[in-house]
Each structure stands twice: as structure tokens, then as C-alpha cells.
């Protein structure tokens, strides 16, 4: 296999979406770390790592078992524990990945390609991650780690072999794990990256443990329920004075009759009464009045929070607390304030990235949506408003496995959304050929507010085998997550250009004004 | 006529707003497929439904757009008020704070819907007459004001729906067809970003 540089396919990957004027700039950022990650790199690699390495799974210690790992010595470094999502996870798991992404640093990897490495380690089996921890260890080339990972969808595409100047720009960018002083050590050494596979549905899944995807469904419960308690730092007694209080505020509200009551508690009071298949109104009244009086000010209520709670309340055995904080740690983890703010921004970014990702990954589709008018608004509002627990897009039983997995996590947003993402795109990947084939616009919208589910899944396939073939399908040079940041800069880049432009607007605007007031 | 080939000879858009929980779905749901379901959804973002019907020798398509009806989703939801050919405000005759929103809803069309988009004031849940907050009179007073037609109707019990929805349609197949035969076959993508829209958007800020 030609030897390619990671940062080469980066910048193929970033390279359809952009005009030529700007295609320049892209290609400086490409050759460094993925553009979101040097933003702020400190903080945004200490995210994404404490994501990708959920505490409990272990990977880190095969980081470490070689003794090899440094002490942590950079200031920076240990500032980075300072961001709020490390700081919500529990300490040990934290500071392993930490070190093991340390490690990988120093021993010339560019911080995008190790947490490319620990992604793979996160998401493989042990054996797997023992081998492949091994060959980075070794700077030995590999051709066929897939085989011994033990995880593959199919044979292993080359993940990274280094181009030697890369880890040595990244460092220029500030990284804070590779300090100048630091020497590096060999670069070039490649690693094959086991979850680059054939993108054919039909192939096969070897190795791929089928039982997961029922015991995903029904442990969501306790995982859940432990993220709620233990990943989310409860503020003691918050949950009952919010609760006391939005309860005094709507009592206030309706005994000053309908005309009084404010916007937020009749919207409430009406998706109580349309909330369908759920019982105990008075468990989710308490939660979406609290929520609403936590949330900053202006927010209050959303349409389709109420389906949110819906699902969190059944999945937490109708604990109101357990529900409330649960959803209150996914608010970070998920950056939901934006979506729920007037304007919507952040879901306006969600509509962005999907297009990006379908425009990268279904290039015919992308086309066929541009002819015939379909954009995202039309049809993935309520996919990501309530975070797919709305039953229009899989059933239930799937929706619990894609949550498990967002529970057991717990990551940054760009890790949290790539889970939704993968989903969203492995169906579109499977029903495009349907959707191809439909060339009116209502019919297009009509199959994707309702995807027939049951034709895109295989028998026996559950949403584990999706998320693992999106994997496959959709991260073959980048992981998901680090494409997902990508696109969110170019999204800034978008909006502030088009600030611009509406400033210049509103100048000549003016000019023309004064021009005219002058005669 | 002119195409056989095409099962219609024009498609109307149609847009249905009004606050939240007035009705607009039911009515929708009544209309397209005539029946009326007890358990509510929340639509969130933007729906959108299918009828084909007979409109005085016509055969015409309705795609009558379905919208949420909270605040938040304005930014979403008025983006597709440019290139409807008729809006239908509802309210609930149950809300007098509806009924006084459709003034609000009136501005939101003059800021971004086409100048000449057909309107009709549709006073939804009559059937419930005893909680009634909202007068027939007021309602018709409001549509005078607005020079636009006025129904009271039930989605429960299927008063008036169709009746609504004909009168909206035959208005905008009229008004395409005065302005000029071709305008009717057009796609609804050529009538969203023609010159009428650029128009109205003129009229609001000078």
C-alpha cells in the first residue's frame, strides 16, 4: 500500500467543499493538526480525549503498561484538566488517557493522529488494542494489524504512515504535548488502522460480538443512571428548589387563568397533554418546569424537550433527579444550550454539518438533494432537537443502544454528535439508492421524515452494527469527531463572512442614504 | 390537458401558521387523510402533506405545509413562508391569546412571504362551544379588516376543513390563472425566489 500521509487525506477529505479562493488556507491548516483541534488545543484535545477513552474501559493501562509513560510535566498539560468535561469524569480514567495521549506525543505522533490511535484503542477489543499499541511501540510498519485486532469490519486501510515534517508543525501550533524541549523521536512509523473497511453493507461483520447490541439495550438503564450520579456534578438539593419554585410560579400562573400564564408554561402544559405513550405527567411536569427554570434566561421552554424528558424519564425508571441531572450533564456534553437559544444557532451548525458530511461521504445524493430542493431543515429538525429519542427516525429499542453508548462515553460534543451523525449517515448511505430514485421533491422529503427503518437494517441488525459500520464507512483517515470540528470551523468561517458582507451591506446602505440626504 | 403525462395541471403550496396546540395538525390530518386522532404529536420544525383534488375542472396538487407553532422555531419556519402561494392563520376559538396573535402572524407574512400570497382566518375547535373565548363575530371582524375570507371549523367533528381549504385554493388558482396561464404550471421552486419576493422585501423597509 502507497505510503500516504495522514495529513495528505485530510486535506482530499476537506478539499470538495471548498471555493479555490479559500482552498489555499484549508491546505495550510490541513498540514498541521485538523483545524478544530488547534483552535485551543489544550482544551480541545483534553475533550476529545477524555471522550474517546471512557474511564472504565481500560485501554489507557495498555497505554502505560510499558512503563514508558513520562511523568505529566507540562503546566499546559495539566491545565488542560481544568476543562469542564474532564472535570466531570472520573479522576483515574482521566489521567490515564491524559498520559497515554502524552505519550503518544512525545514519541512524535501529531496530536490528531494519537487521538486517531487512541479512538481505534477506545472502540477495539483488548486483544486488538494490545496489538496495535504494540506496533506503534514498536515503530514497526504494519500491513495487516486488522487481522489481529480482532475488531475489523474487513481488511485494514493504512491509517497514518507519517510525513516527517508533520508531528514537527504541529508542534509549532502551541500543542501541549509536545513541548519544544522535547525531543522527537523517529517519526516516520505507520499504523494500520482496523476500522477503515469495505463500504458494502452486505460484507460480513467478523468478530463482531452480535449480543452487545440487546445487552446495550437493556443495560441503558444502569448506565445511564450511573452517568447521572456519577459523571455530573450534583449541586445538592438544586433539583427540589427548582422544582418548589417553577411548581409556586405555574400554580401563580393558572390561578391568574389561561390569558396570565406565561408562554413557557402554556407550551408546557400543552405538550404535557400531547406527549404520547407516557403516563406519568406529573414526572415529566416536574422535570420540563424545572429544566425551563434552570436554563438561563430566555430560554425556557423548546418543543420537543418534552420528548427528551419523555425518554430519559422512562429510561430512568421515572426518577425525577436522576432525569433532571442526567439531562442537565448531556447539555454540556451535547452543547444543547445553543440549540434551544431563540435563533437556534447551534442547530443551524447541525444542518451545516450534515450537509458537509453528506456532501463528503454521498457525493450523488448531496447533488440530488441540491436539484431538487431538499435541505436539512425539511427533514432533520426533530432528529436533532431531541437527539433521535423521537421515534420518527428508529425505534425505540435502537435509539437505547445509540444512547448507551453516549452514556458510557461521555464525551465532547464532537464525540457525542459523531454517534448521531454515524447513524444519520450510515441510513442515508443505505436508502440512497431508494431516494435516488425518487426525483419529486415531496416524495423525497415524504421517505425521509419516514425512512423505512425496517428495509435499511439487516435481520438481526441493531444499531451497534450500524454505529460500527459508519465507522467503517465514514472514518476511513479522519475520526468522525475530528471531521465534525472541522466543519464546525469552516461553519465560524461561514458566518463571519457572512456578517461581513451584511456590514458591508448596511454601509453602503448608509453611504447611499447620506448621499441622498446631501442631494 | 396540455401534459398527459402529469397527473395535475397545477400544485398550490399552501402554508398553515398559528400558535402552538391550536390545531393546525389536526386540521391537516382531517383534511389530507380524514381522520382525526385523540393523541396529539408536537410538530417540531416543518411538515408537510399531499392532497390531490378537483378544483373546478383543475386537477390540482395541494402541498399544504404544516408548521410548529412556537417562537423558537420562527427562524426555521419562516424561511418557507417565501414561495407559498396561500396561508391559512389559525387560531382557537378556546385562546383568545391565539386569536390575538394573528396579528403578530400577519406581520411575519408582510416581513417574509410573497406581496400577493392568498390568506384565510380559520378559527379552529368550534365544537367545543362552552369554553369558548373568542367570538364568531370578533373573528369575522378581524378577517374584514384584512379583506379575507373567515371560517370556524372543527377538526373533531370535520366542520368546515375542506371547505377552508377549497376556498384558499381556488383563491391562489384563480389569482395564477388571471396572471396568466403559464404561472400555473410553473415548479414552486421558480415562484420561491422569483421577483415578487424581492419585492415584498422592499416594501417592508423603505
Not at chain 1, 430519559?312 to 440549540?339: K, N, S, Y
Not at chain 2, 397527473?7 to 393546525?24: A, E, R, T
Amino acid at each position: 500500500m502507497a505510503r500516504q500521509s495522514f495529513n495528505v487525506v485530510l486535506h482530499l477529505r476537506v478539499r470538495p467543499c471548498i471555493h479555490t479562493a479559500r482552498l489555499e488556507r484549508h491546505h495550510e491548516r490541513a498540514r498541521g493538526a485538523p483545524s478544530g483541534l488547534r483552535t485551543q488545543p489544550a482544551r480541545r484535545i483534553a475533550c476529545v480525549t477524555s471522550t474517546l477513552l471512557p474511564a472504565d474501559h481500560g485501554c489507557a493501562h495498555v497505554l502505560l503498561r510499558t512503563n514508558r509513560a513520562p511523568p505529566v510535566q507540562s503546566a499546559k498539560f495539566n491545565n488542560s484538566r481544568r476543562c469542564p468535561h474532564t472535570r466531570s469524569l472520573s479522576q483515574g480514567g482521566v489521567d490515564d488517557a491524559e498520559r497515554g495521549l502524552f505519550w503518544l506525543c512525545q514519541v512524535g505522533m501529531a496530536p490528531a493522529e494519537a487521538l486517531g490511535v487512541l479512538s481505534v484503542l477506545a472502540h477495539s477489543p483488548p486483544a486488538g488494542r494490545d496489538a496495535l499499541f504494540q506496533s506503534i511501540h514498536d515503530n514497526t510498519p504494519r500491513s495487516s494489524a486488522s487481522s489481529e485486532s480482532g475488531r475489523s469490519p474487513g481488511a485494514g486501510g493504512q491509517w497514518r504512515a507519517s510525513n516527517p515534517t508533520s508531528p514537527v508543525k504541529a508542534q509549532d501550533e502551541g500543542s501541549p504535548c509536545c513541548s519544544p524541549t522535547t525531543p522527537v523521536t523517529s517519526p516516520p512509523r505507520s499504523a494500520s488502522r482496523p476500522a477503515s473497511g469495505p463500504n458494502s453493507p452486505t460484507n460480513p461483520r467478523e468478530g463482531f460480538v452480535p449480543c452487545y447490541e440487546t445487552a446495550a439495550a437493556d443495560k441503558l438503564d444502569k448506565h445511564a443512571g450511573k452517568f447521572a450520579r456519577q459523571n455530573v456534578e450534583r449541586v445538592p438539593g438544586l433539583y427540589e428548589a427548582l422544582f418548589a419554585s417553577a411548581q409556586a410560579t405555574s400554580a401563580a400562573d393558572m390561578a391568574g387563568g389561561r390569558g396570565a400564564m406565561s408562554q413557557c408554561v402554556t407550551d408546557i402544559e400543552k405538550d404535557i397533554s400531547r406527549t404520547a405513550n407516557f403516563e406519568n405527567r406529573m414526572a415529566l411536569r416536574g422535570v420540563l418546569y424545572s429544566l425551563s427554570a434552570f436554563l438561563p434566561g430566555g430560554i425556557g421552554y423548546v418543543q420537543g424537550q418534552n420528548l427528551v424528558a419523555r425518554f430519559l424519564l422512562i429510561v430512568m425508571r421515572e426518577d425525577q433527579e436522576d432525569t433532571f441531572w442526567a439531562w442537565v450533564g448531556m447539555m454540556h456534553q451535547f452543547d444543547l444550550l445553543g440549540l434551544y437559544t431563540p435563533g437556534m444557532p447551534r442547530l443551524r451548525l447541525r444542518f451545516f454539518q450534515l450537509n458537509r458530511l453528506v456532501l463528503w461521504h454521498l457525493p450523488r445524493l448531496h447533488a440530488h438533494f441540491a436539484t431538487c430542493d431538499v435541505a436539512a431543515d425539511l427533514y432533520a429538525t426533530p432528529w436533532f432537537i431531541t437527539l433521535l429519542a423521537d421515534g420518527s427516525m428508529l425505534p425505540e429499542q435502537q435509539t437505547r443502544v445509540i444512547w448507551d453508548r453516549i452514556f458510557m462515553q461521555c464525551g465532547a460534543p464532537a464525540e457525542q454528535w459523531s454517534c448521531i451523525y454515524g447513524v444519520l449517515l450510515e441510513l442515508l448511505r443505505r436508502a440512497e439508492p431508494m431516494l435516488l430514485g425518487l426525483a419529486r421533491f415531496d416524495d423525497l422529503i415524504q421517505m425521509l421524515t419516514h425512512l423505512p427503518i425496517k428495509d435499511l437494517l439487516f435481520p438481526g441488525e441493531g444499531a451497534v452494527a450500524l454505529l460500527e459500520r459508519a465507522a467503517s464507512a465514514f472514518e476511513a483517515s479522519v475520526p468522525l469527531p475530528c471531521q465534525l470540528l472541522m466543519i464546525e470551523d469552516e461553519w465560524h468561517d461561514v458566518e463571519r463572512a457572512e456578517q461581513d458582507l451584511a456590514a458591508l451591506a448596511l454601509r453602503k446602505r448608509a453611504r447611499f442614504f447620506s448621499r441622498v440626504a446631501s442631494g | 390537458m396540455a401534459r398527459h403525462e402529469s397527473p395535475f395541471d397545477m400544485q398550490i403550496k399552501l402554508l398553515m401558521i398559528g400558535d402552538s396546540g391550536v390545531g393546525k395538525t389536526c386540521l391537516l390530518l382531517r383534511y389530507a387523510s380524514d381522520h382525526f386522532s385523540q393523541t396529539f404529536i408536537t410538530t417540531i420544525g416543518i411538515d408537510f402533506k399531499i392532497k390531490n383534488i378537483e378544483l373546478d375542472t383543475k386537477r390540482v396538487k395541494l402541498q399544504i405545509w404544516d408548521t410548529a407553532g412556537q417562537e423558537r422555531f420562527r427562524t426555521i419556519t419562516t424561511s418557507y413562508f417565501r414561495g407559498a402561494q396561500g396561508i391559512l392563520l389559525v387560531y382557537d376559538v378556546t385562546d383568545k391569546k391565539s386569536f390575538q396573535s394573528i396579528r403578530n402572524w400577519v406581520a411575519q407574512i408582510q416581513q417574509h412571504a410573497d406581496v400577493h400570497v392568498n390568506k384565510i382566518l380559520i378559527g379552529n375547535k368550534c365544537d367545543i362551544d362552552n369554553e369558548r373565548e373568542v367570538s364568531t363575530e370578533e373573528g369575522a371582524q378581524l378577517a374584514a379588516e384584512y379583506g379575507i375570507q373567515f371560517f370556524e371549523t372543527s377538526a373533531k367533528n370535520d366542520i368546515n376543513v375542506e371547505k377552508g381549504f377549497i376556498t384558499v385554493a381556488r383563491e391562489v388558482k384563480n389569482r395564477l390563472m388571471a396572471d396568466g396561464g403559464s404561472q400555473g404550471a410553473r415548479t414552486q421552486g421558480n415562484v420561491a425566489l422569483s421577483a415578487p419576493a424581492k419585492g415584498g422585501k422592499k416594501s417592508s423597509c423603505c
